[in-house]
């Protein structure tokens, strides 16, 4: 008989991640941080191009007048409407699902924690990561460096003056990769990824922040202390793992639809698939979003290094190829 | 053999071109796959998804050239494609060594390769007539030799033995039947059969 019914994360770890599940419901409680859940079925798909949605089928009658619905990539849009519904601050611990993302830290459906403080900047929601996340992975050191530096201190590029093809020679010399590719950013992710990613393995947590304006998603823009613009963007990196990914929030309606755009002309230019925009959330933010901070944390990850496990199928139950 | 294989039926033939002449997405690498790279075959060591949140998705490979046994990292977008190489471990005996060639035979079908001083590499160290290996072979042509992990050779050269010394310390050289030179404890006599660990090139014990 095949094993591929039985759980492949050892029970042991799956009464720790309900530990914690508990002990980021209490923290929550604790700051008044209202739990929410919002849809996972939704009409419209994230616009990122890079993340590539889940469709499925909804028939109000057995085989008729079927209707494309999307599975949520994230609640960012959905909470956001909350937020201006009212709510104050809120959280949600929900699947999120994303095509072809399986790996050694990638399930296609995953679990994600999302919040959101209104009257926060993203300075202060690092605090409140750290807060959180520390006493769960046993880390009190978090250290913080803006992404510029960091691309001074590991790579000696200044990302001012860098042009796109000294980006591409700077990467081709540390990775064998067949690319070519005028896209800055993706240049950026490849080093960030490959290069800068692994040698924060051994720095404990790290927040990056002030990330180029270009890969400013939903995140408001700002000037940095050299008078660049950039993001109002952070990830925490721990362990040289990608776990979490927070905004200064865009509310600037009129932006986000300009944003939107650019996304759908990026897909258009590449080839990607080409899926309805959120013009609720363009809607929610023009009636008149807090100014607030959020951010959101990859929960199987939190799991595995407060396990100090290397593999997402150490802290899921049933992963995707036993789903 | 390969061909031979292929040839059996038509169903088999039709798996046979499947699986050797296809092209793998990046999203179906996994240990183990041979995949031709720059002309050369090359065996998928460890293979990692990597994506930034908002980032591409890339698939991170450490590959092993098959010929020249170097490994290194290589970064595959998610639309790019592997061409399968025509690779198979096969079990087979060797026969003998004409002086330049080490000849081998599958011991089912009784056909013989011959593997040149490359594709032998240090295996010939440890290669006793009538023992098995494992025979890589690349479009049926022998790529690399990997002796048992154990093998059991005879002692041809070494000074005599110490009477009564067998206790820890001390060792010495010793030649062995296939021309190795392992270091071995120092009661060890001409004429002795040793169990030899080929990965490490180590004596186990007398066999």
């Given at each position: ?46 616009s ?28 960012e849009y959905?909470m956001k409407?909350?937020l201006a ?31 959101y403080r209104p009257g926060f900047d993203h300075y202060q929601l690092m ?19 803006s992404y ?61 922040y002030d990330y180029p304006a270009s890969q400013a998603a939903l995140a408001r823009t700002a000037l940095d202390a050299?008078?660049g613009l950039v993001a109002c963007r952070f990830e ?9 990914n927070g905004y200064f929030e865009l509310t600037d309606g009129d932006e986000q639809a300009r944003r939107f755009?650019q996304d ?17 959330l363009v809607?929610a933010l023009q009636?008149g979003l807090p100014e607030c901070a959020g951010v959101a ?27 | ?53 908002k ?153």
């Amino acid at each position: 008989m095949s094993e591929q019914w039985r759980a492949t994360a050892p029970i042991e770890n799956l009464r720790r991640r309900a530990e914690i599940l508990a002990q980021i419901r209490a923290f929550f409680a604790e700051r008044k941080v209202l739990e929410v859940e919002t849809p996972l079925m939704t009409s419209s798909a994230v616009s990122d191009p890079y993340i590539d949605t889940i469709e499925c089928r909804y028939h109000p009658l057995p085989r008729q007048q079927e209707q494309v619905r999307y599975l949520q990539s994230s609640p960012e849009y959905a909470m956001k409407r909350l937020l201006a519904s009212g709510s104050g601050a809120i959280y949600q611990v929900c699947k999120a699902f994303r095509n072809g993302e399986c790996g050694r830290r990638h399930n296609p459906e995953f679990t994600m924690l999302e919040w959101y403080r209104p009257g926060f900047d993203h300075y202060q929601l690092m605090d409140e990561v750290e807060a959180l996340v520390g006493p769960i992975i046993g880390f009190d050191d978090f250290k913080r460096i803006s992404y510029a530096e960091l691309f001074r201190q590991y790579l000696q590029i200044d990302l001012q003056a860098v042009t796109v093809a000294e980006l591409a020679a700077a990467t081709r010399q540390h990775i064998d990769v067949q690319m070519e590719d005028d896209n800055r950013d993706n240049w950026l992710n490849l080093l960030m990824s490959h290069v800068i990613e692994p040698q924060l393995a051994d720095q404990g947590a790290v927040f990056v922040y002030d990330y180029p304006a270009s890969q400013a998603a939903l995140a408001r823009t700002a000037l940095d202390a050299e008078g660049g613009l950039v993001a109002c963007r952070f990830e925490l990196f721990v362990a040289g793992v990608e776990l979490a990914n927070g905004y200064f929030e865009l509310t600037d309606g009129d932006e986000q639809a300009r944003r939107f755009q650019q996304d759908i002309q990026q897909r258009q230019t590449e080839g990607l698939p080409l899926r309805p925009t959120d013009q609720l959330l363009v809607d929610a933010l023009q009636s008149g979003l807090p100014e607030c901070a959020g951010v959101a944390i990859g929960l199987d990850r939190l799991v595995m290094l407060a396990l100090g496990t290397q593999n997402i199928s150490d802290v899921i139950a049933l992963p995707f190829d036993r789903a | 053999m390969c061909v031979n294989f292929a040839v059996a039926t038509d169903h088999l033939s039709l798996i046979y071109f499947e699986i050797n002449m296809a092209n793998y997405p990046s999203n179906q690498f996994k240990n183990g796959l041979k995949v031709m790279i720059e002309g050369d075959p090359c065996s998928m060591v460890d293979v990692e998804f990597v994506k930034p949140g908002k980032g591409q998705a890339f698939t991170r490979v450490k590959l092993k050239n098959l010929i020249t046994g170097r490994t290194w990292e290589r970064t595959f977008k998610s639309n790019e494609t592997a061409e399968g190489a025509d690779v198979m471990d096969t079990d087979m005996e060797y026969l003998y060594c004409d002086g330049e060639m080490w000849h081998f035979m599958d011991p089912q079908s009784y056909e013989q390769v011959a593997a040149d001083k490359t594709a032998i590499g240090d295996a010939h160290l440890w290669l006793k007539e009538q023992d098995k290996c494992l025979v890589t072979l690349w479009d049926n042509n022998p790529i690399s030799i990997t002796p048992p992990n154990f093998v059991e050779l005879e002692v041809v050269e070494t000074d005599p033995g110490l009477k009564g010394d067998t206790a820890q310390g001390g060792s010495k050289p010793a030649k062995l039947q296939s021309g190795a030179v392992v270091r071995v404890p120092l009661f060890i006599e001409q004429g002795d059969i040793l169990k030899i660990d080929t990965r490490s090139g180590d004596y186990v014990s007398r066999a």
